[in-house]
């Protein structure tokens, strides 16, 4: 390889790394946004574990977790729709009674 051609390896490799820092930060700023630092916490964490299931050879079920994910959305509807109805009872008691 030319010197012409590494260095057009590296500026291609510079552009990359400014493309992927920006894009980090705007994934950044809308995680923030939609109060999901949790989430990317939990991922980060179990990256490493999914690597080492997915070089031992270890299945996952993506159907599986499809149902549990359904699930899970289920019970959170619920839970949102609960939570909504006894906010709404609260104000209800608290708003100014009219004579």
Known sequence: MTMIGVAHHYARLAEDLMNT???GERLGGLVASLHLEGVVALEQALTPVFAKM???GIGFDTASLQ???????TRLDLLTRQAND?????????????P
């Open 21 to 23: 820092l920006d894009l």
């Open 54 to 56: 997915e070089y031992v």
């Open 67 to 73: 149902r549990y994910a359904t699930t899970l959305q």
């Open 86 to 98: 006894l906010l709404r009872e609260h104000r209800a008691k608290r708003a100014p009674q009219s």
